[in-house]
């Protein structure tokens, strides 16, 4: 993979990319650069919906020149939090955005996920996530509504009275075992699609085969969302208590 930072041409490249619906992989494939460079370029410059080419270049320029500040002698490098460089966890974070953005999640939802999951505390109040995101209170009340209707996170009971949003071990159980269900449901559709078409119809031929199909999907996803969970807390178990 080429080396340096993006151009303002290959923006423009990564903007009609995502006009004519392209995956990260193959705008990246396209630029011949890391997947994960292309993610972090759309997600810290506006998302998928909102990147513009020219106002994302800008804003690079921006953030470079405010890097190139020449730092006083006299002030001694803050070390990194908990061990970790801000700057790496912060880009990570938006990579790890993105992929959740690629997955279905619309971007804001996504953004306070991201969030979530990688604070030290694995959990943040509205305020708090506000700052974190920059953004407003109402943007961080809507996604977290969204999220808790889904089940992806958690809410418990903070100091004065401030409610704190969590995720724990079982998120991404649920997250799949959500996921089959939706699949099942649209099974189920596909098989009603059938007896509306009757027998003979070709369309109808088209519906069963996508049964077919999503069906297996819908049971393997299950039965290995179980299967993984209970193989976690075995470990769990085993690890707790100081055996292998």
């Known amino acids: 993979m080429p080396g340096g930072r993006l151009t303002q041409q290959d923006r423009r490249r990564i903007a009609l990319g995502l006009a004519d619906g392209l995956a ?22 506006g998302g998928p919906t909102a990147y513009r080419a020219d106002l994302a270049h800008r804003a690079t320029e921006r953030r470079a020149r405010r890097r190139r500040q020449v730092t006083p002698q006299r002030t001694p490098a803050r070390p990194p939090v908990h061990g970790r460089e801000k700057e790496a966890v912060r880009e990570y974070e938006e990579t790890f955005a993105g992929v959740l953005v690629a997955t279905g999640l619309p971007a804001m939802m996504a953004r306070v996920m991201a969030g979530l999951t990688l604070a030290e505390a694995g959990s ?7 700052r974190h995101l920059q953004v407003s209170p109402a943007s961080v009340s809507k996604a977290v509504a969204f999220l808790d ?9 903070g100091e004065r009275r401030h409610e704190r949003y969590t995720v724990d071990d079982e998120v991404w159980f649920r997250t799949m075992t959500a996921a089959a269900r939706s699949t099942a449901q649209l099974v ?3 098989r009603q699609g059938v007896d509306v078409l009757g027998a003979h119809s070709r369309a109808a031929a088209r519906l069963e085969d996508i049964a077919r199909v999503l069906d297996f999907v819908s049971e393997s996803l299950n039965r290995t969302a179980m299967e993984a969970r209970e193989i976690l807390r075995t470990h769990a178990a085993t690890t707790s208590d100081g055996t292998t």
Do not use: Q
């Open 188 to 190: 189920e559709t596909a």
């Open 24 to 45: 990260y992989a193959e705008i990246a494939r396209r630029l011949d650069r890391p997947a994960s460079t292309v993610t972090r370029e759309v997600m810290r410059n």
């Open 124 to 130: 943040l109040t509205a305020a708090e996530l506000a």
């Open 149 to 157: 209707s889904h089940g992806l996170i958690g809410r418990e009971r």
